[in-house]
């Protein structure tokens, strides 16, 4: 090997030492600064979020002692005008399934524990999960499956989701082998999914208007509906028309609507009266989201119990957005948190609006 050739060897290698050198204390001082989480106050938490971030607008809500608060912020936690700005919910989506599945129970058109396939045109010889276990993310099916579609989708930036119409997860659907035995919680947005094609079979409407006219009609949810990327806020999801996954995190909302829907909580609001009593013990608590408080004890009507806190949570996230909805029965005490963050963009809202649900449960002093 000639010299020349060996020092640009020695160069590639020493480049190569100094970016991992780099890339590992990098992730050292990344756990560091996690480690520094746990620590932190709520406002601690929003005040590092909003630092220096031109573009963030978070929204949070309260409810407590009867009485309802609403601050917006801005860059540096600079307090905003109180304006209802539309943001997508993600998951959030899936409480409100959750609560259509639960009045088509009441309705007789649904059993909790009946396959879908009691409802859904599928090979016979397979087996199938019920309704509760889609509900519960027990269902053996994984949280998504590759379809064609997510290539383009990630070529062009857009929503992973985009264009999985019902016939494609029907066609999946028919080629999953399960086995016959209890599965394990493992998030689903597949689980979700079917939930939308069955509520679509049993009423015969499309998912977009039997959750718009649930919304509107029945919990007065003026403001929310499926996304038409029509909000005053920026980098909105795209769908399409009859897309299968809107059932799992299609719906865009104000903190106006989310107040009353939390409300209908605490209240045990008839399609969500399921709410405060659990379904399936999960324990899916690892010791990394302990850490940021963050606990999944068990799981009812698509809601998250924190059997140690007793407070039923559940939160959202889109590519540019996240969210935290939860409530304390026992004090009548709920927190939501709306951002145009992305959910990886420093501490998320659901870290955030935990640690500020501890301190008004625990009468903690908080500056809110």
């Known amino acids: 090997m000639s010299k020349k050739i060996k020092k640009k060897w020695l160069i590639i290698i020493g480049i190569i030492v100094l970016l991992v050198a780099c890339i590992g204390g990098y992730a050292l001082y990344g756990n560091y600064q996690m480690s520094k989480i746990p620590r932190l106050s709520f406002q601690e938490t929003l005040d590092y979020t909003l630092s220096d971030n031109q573009d963030a607008v978070i929204t949070i ?132 999914a079917i939930m939308g094609i069955i509520l679509e079979t049993v009423y015969h409407q499309d998912y977009t208007e039997l959750v718009n006219n649930f919304v509107h009609n029945e919990l007065g949810l003026m403001n929310t509906k499926i996304s038409e990327k029509d909000g005053d806020l920026n980098n909105y999801w795209d769908w399409k028309e009859g897309d299968a996954y809107l059932s799992a995190g299609g719906l865009t909302s104000t903190i106006d609507d989310m107040l009353i829907y939390a409300q209908y909580q605490l209240n045990r609001y008839p399609s969500f009266e399921i709410a405060s009593s659990e379904f399936l013990t999960i324990n899916e608590s690892p010791e990394s989201y302990q850490k940021m408080g963050i606990r999944m004890d068990a799981i009812d009507m698509g809601w998250i119990v924190d059997s140690e806190l007793e407070v039923i949570w559940h939160n959202g996230g889109t590519d540019n957005y996240n969210c935290y909805l939860a409530f304390h029965p026992d004090s009548r005490t709920s927190v939501i948190v709306l951002s145009n963050l992305s959910p990886s963009t420093k501490i998320p809202s659901t870290v955030i609006g935990i640690k500020l649900m501890k301190e008004l449960i625990n009468n903690d002093e908080t500056s809110y």
Not at 80 to 97: D, F, P, Q
Not at 170 to 186: A, G, Q, V
């Open 61 to 192: 809500g309260i409810i407590q002692d009867g009485e309802v608060t609403v601050k917006v912020y801005g860059k540096d936690s600079i307090e905003l005008e109180k304006t209802a700005h539309i943001y997508e919910i993600g998951s959030l989506t899936k409480t409100i399934t959750s609560a259509m599945v639960e009045k088509a129970v009441h309705e007789g058109k649904l059993d909790y524990n009946e396959t879908i396939d009691a409802y859904l045109d599928l090979p016979t010889e397979k087996i199938y999960p019920t309704i509760q276990d889609c509900i519960t993310h027990t269902s053996g099916y994984e949280g998504y499956y590759f379809e064609s579609p997510m290539i383009g989708n990630f070529l062009n930036g857009k929503n992973d989701f985009l264009g999985i119409t019902d016939e494609i997860i029907m066609n999946r659907l028919s080629k999953i082998s399960l086995k016959d035995k209890e599965y394990e919680f493992e998030y689903s947005n597949f689980g979700y």
